[in-house]
Nanobody
Framework: QVQLVESGGGLVQAGGSLRLSCAASGGTFSGYTMGWFRQTPGKEREFVAAITSSGGRTYYADSVEGRFTISRDNAKNTVFLQMNSLKPEDTAVYSC????????????????????WGQGTQVTVSS
């Protein structure tokens, strides 16, 4: 059983930056593909970014490509999401997720491919 805990959310002005962290425990972190998703009230959860277990490949939603960067530190069991040039439409609860081989094989953007989820952290971008 893997536990995931996000941190780093908060309130920021448009154009600003935030760095989210997701600390994992209880499993072999280096064996998991890690993803970030976000959700706003009344909307479905949306894929943001993903990174393979080794960190060798990353994936991004078109809406964040060029502004967000996903990375991981397998020695510290942590995945990060650096968010730059934030926009009000980036406001959401951001959650990290861990999956085995399924995300890469069947689609990193599909939330059903992930086995474990964190509780989420709120990001609010003011205009």
């Amino acid at each position: 059983q893997v536990q995931l805990v996000e941190s780093g959310g908060g309130l920021v002005q448009a154009g600003g930056s935030l760095r989210l962290s997701c600390a994992a425990s209880g499993g072999t972190f280096s064996g998991y593909t890690m993803g970030w998703f976000r959700q706003t009230p009344g909307k479905e959860r949306e894929f943001v970014a993903a990174i393979t277990s080794s960190g060798g490949r990353t994936y991004y939603a078109d809406s964040v490509e060029g502004r967000f960067t996903i990375s991981r530190d397998n020695a510290k069991n942590t995945v990060f999401l650096q968010m730059n040039s934030l926009k009000p439409e980036d406001t959401a609860v951001y959650s990290c997720a861990a999956g085995g081989v399924s995300p890469v094989a069947y689609g990193v953007g599909r939330e059903e491919m992930y086995d474990y989820w964190g509780q989420g952290t709120q990001v609010t971008v003011s205009s």
